[in-house]
């Protein structure tokens, strides 16, 4: 069973993830560097991280916890998204600040292109609770310190080739 590990820094490294949505040469939309963790239910033990999370509510809100509070683990069965089934799903933030990512052998990535949509990474990540009043929205989030690819896996595209998009034509037509 694959598990979270505690550091000394009270950080936490995750076990091996398949990535999902990877903002991390470039912000997302929301102005933020991160991406989206997909842990395998069979074979990630999610205890350490869910007993965090726990203190990460008591520590800000005590007992009096707020309605809708929002937390990180969400259960990819639940999504409409294929390649989160059988998985839990966390969406790690970096905020404004690009994490480090290194390779197997702790080599800076540089090229956007090894690093995407379906590899293998882990990361060290940290907890931290929030309460948007303003907003009326509360809870903890996932914020990601540093990511370390593991391997290649299939590339989560949902692009079709333009093989399949477009019938063969015939030498000089014109009827298009």
Known sequence: MNKFKLKEDGSMLTPEFRVSF??????????????????DKGSTDMKLLQAKIEEAVKDKWGSKKPKNLTFPIMDGDDSDRAEREGC????????????????????????PEEFYAGCYARAVITLYSYDRKDIGKAGVSVGIRSIQKIRDGEPLVSRVSAENEFDELPDETDDL
Do not use: H, Q, S, T
């Open 22 to 39: 990877p903002k991390i040469f470039e912000k997302g939309m929301d102005g933020k560097f991160g991406c989206g963790m997909m842990f």
């Open 88 to 111: 839990w799903y966390i969406n790690g933030k970096a905020g404004k600040y690009r994490p480090a990512l290194v390779d197997r052998y702790k080599d800076e990535i540089e090229d």
